[in-house]
């Protein structure tokens, strides 16, 4: 047998500890990257959840306080904002969307910081209801109760609004209107519509969907000739910024103003005569 030459053993050897070296080499730089990146994830998740926890914190502190000033200012490091958005006007689009049955107030009354009414600042004139999902099957009916003083009267008028004409054989509910609507940059599909006359001392609408299994939008229009509706409270967004990274978390909640307990809501108790 031939055997090879001594440099050319010895040049096998370098080329197989070089491949080997390569090999280890390219192992150990993937192992570091990956670590890094696993450091860096595991960082920016810390700092994420220090960053929501600090707006949720202020949230909570907007939500306790009075209707003040929204807070600002940093803690840790951590930059944080909370603004504020009144709810009402010529418009109002629930933040939430309603089941079946579940009242909403909507304020025909304007509040004070404290939560009494002032009626001296009152909504009069016509209301247009919108509701339904664009993109549901659905056809919800829509339940309205109008609580109102009349001299030294509490009263409450019941509106009932149904866009089946089947279900209205039997029901006997007042049409609804079927078309394309735009509240709050929601798509609706339903309306109706009321007034509230200047005669009488306005208090609230009770709004209620029935007939959906789903949750429904519900929003309101008011007469642009009109004084707006007054405010129904408001949405607050916290902002919390982490001041090395700039990573930024976001919360959203709505605060209105606090209405009758369900229970209340399907009728009106009074020391007075009540006309129903």
Not at 48 to 64: C, D, G, I, Q, T
Not at 241 to 251: D, F, P
């Amino acid at each position: 047998m031939k055997k090879l030459p001594k440099n050319s053993t010895k040049g096998q050897t370098v080329l197989i500890i070089l491949l080997v070296m390569a090999i280890m080499l390219t192992i150990g730089l993937s192992t570091i990257s990956s670590s890094i990146t696993d450091i860096k994830i595991s960082q920016e998740t810390e700092e994420a959840s220090r960053a929501f926890y600090v707006a949720e914190s202020a949230l909570e502190e907007s939500l306790l306080l009075p209707f003040g000033p929204a807070p600002a200012g940093s803690i840790g490091g951590i930059n944080y904002q909370v603004s504020k958005q009144e709810q009402g006007g010529e418009e109002f689009l629930l933040p939430s969307l309603l089941e079946a049955g579940k009242p909403q107030i909507i304020w025909l009354v304007g509040h004070e910081e404290s939560g009494s009414l002032k009626t001296d600042e009152n909504y009069t004139g016509p209301v247009d209801f919108y509701w339904g999902n664009k993109e549901s099957s659905e056809k919800p009916a829509l339940v309205v109760s109008f609580s109102f003083k009349d001299g030294g009267n509490y009263k409450v008028s019941r509106y009932n609004f149904d866009p089946d004409e089947t279900r209205r054989n039997t029901n006997h509910f007042d049409p609804a209107n079927v078309g394309s609507y735009t509240v709050g940059g929601q798509d609706l599909k339903f309306s109706a519509s009321m007034n509230i006359p200047e005669d009488i001392q306005p208090y609230f609408l009770k709004l209620a969907l029935i007939y959906n299994s789903s949750p429904q939008y519900l929003g309101v229009k008011v007469s642009e000739a009109n004084p707006k509706l007054p405010s129904q409270g408001f949405c607050f967004e916290s902002n919390a910024t982490v001041e090395s990274s700039g990573i930024t978390r976001k919360i959203k909640q709505c605060k209105l103003w606090q209405g009758l307990p369900d229970i209340f809501l399907w009728g009106l108790f009074s020391g007075q005569n009540l006309i129903k």
